[in-house]
């Protein structure tokens, strides 16, 4: 929380003087290099409180490290960061310059005059997004998502405690105040995947060359970490980094709201991601993957029309089937189809509310008898879910998904 500052009430020489001797804001911005200092808000806390910004920096970022030990570890790396009311996000990515794709303008024109009523200094008509525009533009999509995503919950930041322990309204809804996490949601958009890899061998203990979302249970955060030159470099296109962004952003709020403690069923949650992630382009999609089993990442982009052919094959595992997985390498490009198409399905004809329905029973509280790290209770627990938030069960869903596909797509 930002303290209210007062008037000074000193001569203006007084004044002048008395900054001299104390440690100013002003005096802060000249000592930072260049790069640092950002050109829409030149750093001044007005500017910086009116764009939603908590700070630039320094700022805790997950067990035992925050952003001075990540500018130690990646000594190079000019990492621009920025604190916004639920997001901490450090960013690498250099300038971008908008293709001449007339819809792509067209929807950066529109972000961007958005973005501008929090930034007067920023130019819709601007055909370059340099480093500092590209981050504030990730933070005003990050926090418009968690915005959508609580609208859907019908939830605000004080639907949850802001303390450990604390119900509200005599209901569960985690330990802390940003969606029942005790931290912000820490988004790493690295541009070399050299840094990705030496982040993550420093301070998650693994190394692995494409995304990672880590829980740091000790400090109370999700991460989500990436670079652009993961993917064999299609991540430098700002329209697929803001896709793969919404999507793995989407499975961090899905794990943190009312505290990471269970593991949401995979078809349900991939589904979800890819959902929220299309509606941003259907062009540049995402999949899970693991250590043993890279995903097949298809460029296949009219999944309507995918989905409307292979429905009657043997293609995709059926809903009993995709209902039990618990591992991202169980997935085949088919069933990510699928699961997209099913959560499609359930959004457009059961709305927010039988999502909200089914989150909720899925995210019952820790302790109340049900033991959501076995298979067979969390089985258990989705059938309930289903009932209660569709009316369905495993096998009438199957059968009222495959009707609405055939009606809905279409066939080319």
């Known amino acids: 929380m930002e303290a209210t500052r007062r008037p000074m009430k000193a001569f203006p020489l007084a004044a002048a003087l008395l900054c001299l ?11 930072l290099p260049r790069w640092k ?5 030149r750093n001044d806390p007005k500017a910086m409180a009116k764009a939603g910004y908590v700070s630039f920096g320094p700022f805790p970022l997950g067990d035992a490290h925050g952003t001075e030990e990540v500018e130690k570890a990646l000594a190079k790396a000019k990492i621009r960061w920025v604190e916004t009311a639920h997001f901490r996000i450090g960013s690498t990515l250099p300038a971008w310059t908008l293709p001449f794709d007339p819809k792509i303008k067209k929807k950066y024109r529109a972000e961007l ?7 007067p200094r920023v130019k819709p008509k601007t055909k370059r997004l340099d480093p500092w525009l590209r ?17 859907r919950m019908k939830v605000t930041d004080a639907s949850f405690p802001d303390k450990p322990g604390t119900y509200i309204d005599n209901k569960y809804m985690g330990e802390g105040k940003f969606l029942g996490m005790k931290q912000k949601y820490v988004v790493l958009l690295f541009d070399k995947l050299t840094d990705h890899v030496r982040y ?19 400090f109370g955060s999700l991460l989500i970490c990436t670079a652009a030159e993961l993917e064999d470099g299609r991540l430098k296109n700002d329209v697929a980094m803001h ?25 349900f949650k991939e589904g979800a991601a890819h959902w929220f992630g299309r509606r941003v ?5 995402n999949f899970d993957q693991n250590e043993s089993s890279t995903a097949d990442m298809r460029r296949t982009w009219r999944w309507e029309v995918a989905v409307r052919r292979m429905i009657d094959s043997d293609k995709y595992a059926p809903f009993a089937d995709a209902s039990r997985w618990r591992d991202y390498g169980q997935i085949s490009f088919y069933d990510h189809l699928a699961i997209w198409s099913r959560i499609d399905f359930l959004m457009k004809t059961f709305g927010d509310e039988g999502f909200r329905k089914f989150l909720d029973i899925m995210k019952a509280p820790p302790g109340n008898g049900a033991d959501l790290t076995s298979s067979k209770e969390i089985i258990k627990v989705q059938r309930k879910a289903m009932q209660e938030a569709f009316g ?10 495959k009707e609405w596909v055939k009606k809905t797509y279409p066939i080319r």
């Not at 005059?113 to 930034?119: M, P, S």
């Open 21 to 31: 001797c104390l440690p100013g804001s002003a005096q802060k911005r000249k000592k």
């Open 135 to 151: 981050l504030h533009l990730f933070a005003h999509r990050c926090e418009k998502l968690y915005a959508d995503f609580c609208r």
């Open 113 to 119: 005059t958005e973005l501008k009523k929090k930034l």
């Open 243 to 267: 896709c793969h962004v919404v999507w793995n952003v989407t499975h961090n709020l899905i794990d943190g709201y009312k505290l990471y403690h269970v593991d949401i069923p995979v078809w």
């Open 200 to 218: 993550l061998s420093t301070f998650v203990g693994t190394t692995q060359k494409f995304a990672k979302r880590h829980h740091f249970k000790n």
């Open 281 to 285: 382009d259907p062009k540049w999609n």
């Open 392 to 401: 369905m069960g495993p096998l009438s869903f199957e059968m009222k998904w």
């Open 37 to 41: 200092i950002d050109p829409y808000t």
